[in-house]
Each structure stands twice: as C-alpha cells, then as structure tokens.
C-alpha cells in the first residue's frame, strides 16, 4: 500500500537494483525528538525492520538502526545495495554533513545532500554494522 513504500520501496526508475528506506517519510516525522519503528517491513528479497531516532539533545543527529532477517542477508540483497533517506526538517536549509557506521566515517560518495540520501553500495559483510548509523545534519 502507498504507506509502505513510503517506509520501503525497490527503485523502479533506473536499471539499478537498489532499495530504498525512508524515500517518502513525511518531514514532521523526523522533527527532533521522534522516532520512528518498523517492525518486519517486507521486501522482494526477505524482511527488515528499522529505526530512526532524531536525537532531542543534539540537534541534526539522527540514529539509524536496521536490522536485516536471516533470508534478506542470504539473498545478497539488491545489486545496488540500500539507499537511506533522511527528510529532515529545516531542508535546503540544513543538509546532510556526514555519516557514520559502526563508528567509522561513511565517504562523501556515499552521501547525497541534495538528495538527502545516504547510499549503501552493498550489504556490509558485517551486517550488524547496520545497527549502528549516525547521520548528522546542518
């Protein structure tokens, strides 16, 4: 249904196989302070659930937790990997500074501030690293 795929949706305009998260969450979701859960949302290649916190006492940071089932990592997932998308409040304004994962910086090819994206290429060997995604914004 539509609330789904703004939540999780496959990209169908290009010939990249990649999947999106977030594409089309309303910005008044992600005012500081909320949070957003989805629990087991479904997907051509298995599961995944995730979480995205925008931080009350840090303004423009938002964690970011995804969690993949068992048959979505023996899938391999999409070609293209996954594509993360934070509508923050405060856009053009404010934009996507940096990203990490599992404490280490993402590189700035990875990030798309104008797009508000943070891209994904391929599903970390380590797939917990997912887990643990910070996004600061400014």
């Known amino acids: 249904d539509a609330t789904s795929r703004q939540l999780v949706s496959a990209n169908t305009s290009s010939t990249v196989d990649r999947l999106w998260i ?80 599992a404490g280490k910086v993402m590189a700035g090819s990875t990030i798309n501030a104008s797009e508000e994206t943070v891209t994904f290429a391929q599903i970390p060997t380590k797939a917990t690293d997912l887990e643990q995604i910070v996004i600061t914004i400014v």
């Open 22 to 101: 977030g594409k089309a969450i309303p910005r008044a979701w992600l005012a500081p302070g909320l949070e957003i859960i989805i629990k087991n949302a479904t997907s051509s290649y298995g599961r995944l659930s995730f979480t995205i916190i925008a931080s009350n006492s840090t303004v423009g940071q938002y964690n970011v937790c995804i969690q993949l089932s068992p048959e979505f990592i023996a899938s391999g997932g999409p070609k293209g990997g996954l594509k993360l998308r934070i509508r923050a409040p405060g856009y053009p304004q404010t934009q996507i500074k940096s990203a990490t994962m």
